[in-house]
C-alpha cells in the first residue's frame, strides 16, 4: 500500500480588483493621491505602465556627456562642497567631480549633508541629469552611492508618471510588493492569434514591462501591450466605419450651388478654400459617405469652408451641425455665422454647457420638428436628448481635442452622416490615414490676402523693461495684448496660481493705470465668456490667461503676444498660441520669454523666430524632442493611450490595423467563439459608441 501525497500548491493569486488603499504600505492618504494617477486597484496599477527606463546598466565617460541625457559615471570629488546662501530658504552646496576624460559640476539644493557625504579626493559613483549651459557640463541634484554599491545600482530602472507626495522609490516598492504573488490578467489572444503577430504573452508583457531583464525584454513586452491597444482602437474604428464605408447615402445632394451664401461675404474664398470647397461638393454629391480631415493652418480660414458645406446641407433639405471644443469657440462661430445664415432664411441654434436646461429642451424641441437647420456647440451636442429631425452634416472643429468616443457619439445621431473634421494641428498624413481610417484629406495651405507674418523675439529676463515699454507704447497706440501663461501639466490648481502671480505683477507693478485681466479654465463659462466679450469690445487693454483658452480665437485688434516661460511648450502649441495674433491689418508681435539656459531649450525657440509654417514647425519640433514629447498630453486630444505613442509606434499600428482588418474580415460582427474575448475587451473599452453596430 502505498499513500499517495496530494500536494497542494497554493497559488497566492491577486485579486486585480482589490482596492489599492488595503495594499501594504498604501493606506488611505497614499490611496487619494494614487487615484490622482489613475490609480484606484491593483490592475490600474499594474497597467501604470513606465513614462521610460533609466538606463544604469553602463558607466559614461564625462566626456561623452550630452545635454538632456542621464547618466551613470564615477566620479572623483576635486574640490571641497561649496555653500552659496541665496535666500532664507535657498542654499545651493556644490562641487566638481572628474575622470580621465573631463569634469562636471555636481549642484545640490538645500542639502546639507552633502557637505559631509562627499570628500575631496574620493570617488563615488553618481546619477543624474546632465545640463550643458555655456558649454559647461552641470549635474543638478544627482543621486550618490559609494563605488562598492556598483552591482547593486546598475540595472535598468523603470520611470513612473508621478503626482505630487508619489515619489519614483514609492511607486517601485509598490509595484515589487504586488508582484510578490501572482499576477495574471486574462489573455485575449489565442495562442494562434499571438503565433500569428509574433505577440507575447499578455503576463510575460506585464511583468517585463515592470522588471525589464534586458532591453530586448523591455521591447517585446511593449510591442505586446502597445499592439492590443492599437488593435483594439483600430478594430473600433473599423466596426464604426463598417457602418459608413461603402454604405450608399440614401439621400444624394442634389443641389449644390453656394453663391447666396458667397455673394454676402465681404471677402473672396482664397485659392485654396475655394479647392476644398469643390473637394467637399464632389463627396457631398456622391453616393458614398463623406469622411473628410480638413487640415490647415490657424487663421487660413476654416470656419468659412465649414459654413458653405452646412449652407449646402440646409439647401438640400438636410439638417448640419458642428461642435467646437469650448464655449468661446463655439459662440464665435455663432456669432460669426449667424448673420449669414440669417439673411438666407437659415435657422441657426447654440447650444453650450451654459444654455439654460429649459433652453436645451427648447432647442431640442425645435430640433426634432426641423424648425432649427444648424446647431452649432460644444460637448453638449452629445447629450443624449439632443436629438436631430435628419442630421446629415456633422463638423468637428479643432477635432485634435476630441476622444474617439466623442466623434463617435455626435455622428450616430444621425443615419449615414458626412462628416468633415477641421484642425490646426498638423498631423503627417501617413499617421492621419491611420488614425482616422478612410479620411481623406484636404489642406488649405494658403492665408488669406494682407496678412503679415506675426514677428517674433526669444527673449530672456534682461528684456523685461523693454518689453513692457513696447506693450505700453502698443497701448497707447490703441492695441490690445495676450499674456499666456505656462501651463502645469494636469494641475488646474497650480495653472491658476501661475494665472494669478503673472496678474499681480502686470496689474499691481507695471501697468497699474490700464485695465488688466485674467481668464483661466476654472472660471464659471459665464465670467470667461463676460471678459472675453470685453475683450472683443476693447474695454480691456491687457489679457492674461492659460491656454485652456483656445486657439482659435479671433479679435483681430490684439497685436502682441507675450509667452511666459515659453520653454516649457511644445513649438506647435506656441504656433497655435501665436496664431491669435496677426488676425487684423496691425503688425503683430510674438515675444517668448525665457530664462531657460539650456542650448537645446534656445535652439527650439529660435524656430519660432524663423518659421511662419505650422508644418515645417511642428517637423522641426519632432526632429529636436522626438515624438514622445510631440503630442504633449493637454495639446493632442489624440486618443490617449497608456503606452502607445502614434508616431513612435507607427509600425505596430500598420501591423494592428492589418490585423483588425484580417479579424473582420473573417467574423465581421465578431461572433465566433474564438473571438470572444477580444469582442468583450472592445466593448469595455469603447461600449456604448458600438451599441448599433453590435447585434
Ligand atoms: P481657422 O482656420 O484658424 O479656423 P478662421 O476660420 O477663424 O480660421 O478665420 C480667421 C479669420 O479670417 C476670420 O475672421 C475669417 O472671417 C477670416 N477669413 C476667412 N476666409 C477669408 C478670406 N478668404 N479672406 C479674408 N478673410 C477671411
Ligand atoms: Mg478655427
New binding site residues.
Given amino acids: 500500500m502505498f499513500c499517495s501525497i496530494i500536494l497542494m500548491v497554493i497559488n497566492l493569486m491577486v485579486d486585480l480588483e482589490k482596492n489599492i488603499q488595503y495594499i501594504k504600505g498604501v493606506g488611505p492618504a497614499k490611496a487619494t493621491l494614487l487615484n490622482k494617477l489613475g490609480i484606484y486597484n491593483i490592475k490600474d496599477m499594474v497597467e501604470h505602465f513606465p513614462r521610460t527606463y533609466e538606463d544604469r546598466t553602463k558607466l559614461i565617460d564625462i566626456i561623452d556627456f550630452m545635454d538632456g541625457e542621464y547618466v551613470l559615471f564615477v566620479g572623483k570629488i576635486q574640490t571641497d562642497v561649496k555653500v552659496q546662501r541665496i535666500r532664507k530658504n535657498l542654499a545651493i552646496y556644490s562641487t566638481f567631480a572628474c575622470d580621465d576624460t573631463g569634469n562636471v559640476k555636481l549642484t545640490w539644493f538645500n542639502q546639507k549633508y552633502i557637505k559631509d557625504r562627499l570628500k575631496v579626493g574620493i570617488s563615488y559613483l553618481f546619477y543624474g541629469k546632465v545640463q550643458i549651459e555655456y558649454g559647461r557640463r552641470v549635474i543638478d541634484n544627482p543621486q550618490i552611492y559609494n563605488l562598492a554599491e556598483l552591482d547593486k545600482v546598475k540595472g535598468i530602472y523603470p520611470v513612473y508618471t508621478l503626482t505630487s507626495g508619489i515619489t519614483q522609490n514609492y511607486l517601485f516598492n509598490l509595484i515589487n510588493t504586488i508582484y510578490e504573488d501572482e499576477v495574471k490578467e486574462e489573455e485575449i489572444f489565442s495562442d494562434e492569434f499571438r503565433k500569428k503577430y509574433n505577440l507575447a504573452d499578455i503576463n510575460y508583457a506585464l511583468k517585463n514591462v515592470h522588471f525589464p531583464e534586458n532591453f530586448s525584454a523591455i521591447d517585446r513586452a511593449r510591442n505586446r501591450i502597445i499592439f492590443e491597444e492599437l488593435f483594439l482602437l483600430q478594430l473600433a474604428l473599423m466596426t464604426l466605419k463598417n457602418n459608413s464605408l461603402g454604405m450608399k447615402k440614401e439621400n444624394v445632394y442634389s443641389s449644390v450651388d453656394e453663391e447666396d451664401f458667397l455673394k454676402l461675404l465681404p471677402?473672396?474664398?482664397?485659392g485654396a478654400?475655394k479647392r476644398v470647397v469643390e473637394e467637399i461638393k464632389k463627396d457631398l454629391t456622391s453616393d458614398k459617405v463623406m469622411n473628410r480631415l480638413v487640415q490647415?493652418d490657424?487663421?487660413?480660414?476654416?470656419?468659412?469652408v465649414a459654413a458653405i458645406s452646412m449652407y449646402i446641407a440646409v439647401k438640400n433639405g438636410y439638417q448640419a451641425t458642428m461642435m467646437a471644443p469650448t464655449t468661446i469657440l463655439a459662440n464665435q462661430h455663432y456669432n460669426?455665422l449667424k448673420p449669414y445664415f440669417e439673411k438666407l432664411g437659415i435657422n441657426v441654434e447654440i447650444i453650450t454647457s451654459s444654455t439654460t436646461k429649459k433652453n436645451k429642451e427648447i432647442i431640442s424641441n425645435k430640433l426634432k420638428n426641423k424648425e432649427i437647420d444648424i446647431l452649432i456647440g460644444t460637448h453638449s451636442l452629445i447629450e443624449d436628448n439632443i436629438e436631430f429631425n435628419n442630421l446629415s452634416l456633422v463638423i468637428t472643429d479643432e477635432q485634435h481635442r476630441f476622444g474617439v468616443k466623442q466623434r463617435m457619439k455626435l455622428t450616430n445621431k444621425g443615419k449615414n452622416v458626412d462628416t468633415i473634421v477641421m484642425t490646426?494641428t498638423p498631423i503627417p498624413r501617413s499617421l492621419a490615414i491611420v488614425l482616422y481610417g478612410d479620411l481623406d484629406i484636404s489642406i488649405i495651405d494658403e492665408m488669406?490676402?494682407g496678412r503679415t507674418p506675426v514677428k517674433t523675439y526669444v527673449v530672456d529676463k534682461t528684456f523685461e523693461l523693454r518689453i513692457n515699454n513696447f506693450i505700453r507704447k502698443n497701448v497707447e497706440a490703441g492695441r490690445q495684448i495676450y499674456v499666456v501663461c505656462p501651463l502645469v501639466e494636469n494641475n488646474e490648481t497650480l495653472d491658476l496660481k501661475s494665472v494669478e502671480e503673472i496678474y499681480e505683477k502686470y496689474k499691481n507693478e507695471y501697468f497699474k493705470d490700464l485695465s488688466v485681466e485674467f481668464l483661466h479654465g476654472k472660471m464659471k463659462n459665464k465670467e470667461k465668456d463676460e471678459i472675453m466679450q470685453r475683450f472683443k469690445e476693447n474695454k480691456i487693454n491687457i489679457l492674461i490667461s492659460t491656454t485652456v483658452i483656445e486657439v482659435?480665437i479671433?479679435v483681430s485688434n490684439a497685436t502682441v503676444m507675450i509667452i511666459e516661460n515659453a520653454d516649457r511648450f511644445g513649438l506647435a502649441a506656441l504656433h497655435q498660441l501665436r496664431?491669435r495674433v496677426g488676425?487684423g491689418s496691425y503688425e503683430s508681435y510674438c515675444i517668448l520669454k525665457s530664462d531657460n539656459k539650456s542650448q537645446k531649450a534656445r535652439e527650439r525657440l529660435k524656430v519660432m523666430e524663423k518659421s511662419n509654417n505650422g508644418f515645417e514647425i511642428a517637423e522641426t519640433d519632432l526632429e529636436i524632442r522626438g515624438p514622445g514629447d510631440f503630442f504633449g498630453i493637454r495639446q493632442s486630444g489624440l486618443p490617449e493611450f497608456k503606452l502607445a505613442n502614434l508616431l513612435k509606434d507607427m509600425k505596430i499600428l500598420k501591423e494592428a490595423q492589418q490585423a483588425a482588418k484580417e479579424l473582420l474580415k473573417e467574423d465581421k460582427y465578431l461572433k465566433l467563439a474564438k473571438n470572444q474575448k477580444i469582442r468583450n475587451a472592445l466593448f469595455d473599452k469603447f461600449g456604448e459608441q458600438l451599441t448599433n453596430v453590435a447585434t
Fill in positions: 471677402f473672396d474664398l482664397t478654400q490647415g490657424v487663421g487660413c480660414g476654416k470656419t468659412m460669426e490646426a488669406p490676402p482659435g479671433s496664431g488676425r
